[in-house]
């Protein structure tokens, strides 16, 4: 089993949508999770990062980590067409800085 | 712009060549990852320095190499490269190399090996 899963996508909604994007893990030893976003033909970049369990809320972005059931999970409020991107949840394991989930592929239709 | 940088942006080349992708981290950042991106594997780590030591390995091949310079940028050495080493190359750095610090990605290296 991977360490973290993630369903590519793609994901395609009308703008303003409210958007949800998921992973699971495997190992419930895992405190920290991230949620990186990343444009066609850039680096990621850092969008949320929350610590253990329960919601973090920053602008229209919420991301949440359901400890119980290994399942963490991003919210787009009000999406926009600039949120079109692929989206990747991480979290560091044992020796390894970050692991990585294969990432979602989100279309925003105008 | 993540103050991350990367050289070439896009390299060519043919199997069983040898080519060195280059990083310099953000100003005040000590240490360095190395990541591949594929469309199959999705992004996976391959290494990462601190203040030029060695600190954590991932999936690194054998034909791959790496090392930090004093001045802290690094180079990521691949050598007998074969058609499946095509992907992009990211570089990322931070502060300390802590497990709760903020990685900075750099813009990439799109390696094609024909």
């Known amino acids: 089993q991977k360490e973290v899963e993630q369903d590519p996508g793609p994901l395609s909604v009308p703008e303003g949508a409210i958007v949800s994007l998921n992973c699971t893990y495997s190992n419930s030893a895992f405190q920290y999770f991230m949620w990186y976003r990343q444009y066609s033909r850039k680096g990621p970049e850092l969008l949320m990062y929350t610590y253990s369990s329960g919601n973090k809320e920053d602008g229209r972005f919420t991301a949440q980590v359901d400890k119980s059931s290994k399942y963490i999970s991003l919210f787009i409020r009000d999406s926009q067409p600039s949120d079109s991107a692929t989206y990747l949840c991480a979290t560091p394991s044992g020796n390894t800085p970050l692991v990585f989930g294969k990432g979602t592929r989100l279309s925003v239709i105008a | ?114």
């Open chain 2, 1 to 114: 712009d993540s103050g991350v940088t990367q050289t070439p942006k896009h390299l060519i080349t043919a199997t069983g060549q040898r080519v060195t992708l280059r990083c310099s981290p953000r100003s005040g950042d000590l240490s360095v990852y190395w990541y591949q991106q594929s469309l199959d594997q999705g992004l996976q780590f391959l290494i990462q320095y601190y203040n030029g030591e060695e600190r954590a390995k991932g999936n690194i091949l054998e034909r791959f190499s790496a090392q930090q310079f004093p001045d802290l940028h690094s180079e990521l050495n691949l050598s007998s490269l074969e058609l499946g080493d095509s992907a992009l190359y990211f570089c990322a750095s931070s502060a300390r190399g802590l497990a709760d610090e903020t990685q900075y990605f750099g813009p990439g290296t799109r390696l094609l090996v024909l």
